[in-house]
């Protein structure tokens, strides 16, 4: 098994920036593939992007050249680096660990508590 933790959600400005952390415990974490989704009320669970073996990367069109995903497998941690945020940027970020790397959601089995992103315009 593998627990999940993100940190570092807030609330900014339009235009800030904010960078996300994942802090894996329990088994190796360079073993997983690991991504980052992003949930709204009401609406289901948002592929961001992930990042496959620390060196393969893949975006949501999105955020793409705004959003850097990142990992230190020395430290068991994955790191979501956001920049010019927008209003609809708003949302829980949650990150996620599987053994296929995949957009979709329900491919993932371990997934971190969520922290909140609050974009002000």
């Known amino acids: 098994q593998v627990q999940l933790v993100e940190s570092g959600g807030g609330l900014v400005q339009a235009g800030d920036s904010l960078r996300l952390s994942c802090a894996a415990s329990g088994r190796t974490f360079s073993g997983y593939h690991m991504a980052w989704f992003r949930q709204t009320p009401g609406k289901e669970r948002e592929f961001v992007g992930f990042n496959w073996g620390g060196s393969v990367t893949y975006y949501a069109d999105f955020v793409k050249g705004r959003f850097t995903i990142s990992r230190d497998n020395a430290k068991n941690t994955m790191y979501l680096q956001m920049n010019s945020l927008k209003p609809e940027d708003t949302a829980v970020y949650y990150c996620?660990?599987?053994?296929?790397?995949?957009?979709?959601?329900?491919?993932?089995?371990?997934w971190g508590q969520g922290t909140q992103v609050t974009v002000s315009s």
């Open positions: 996620a660990a599987g053994s296929s790397y995949s957009t979709k959601w329900y491919d993932y089995d371990y």
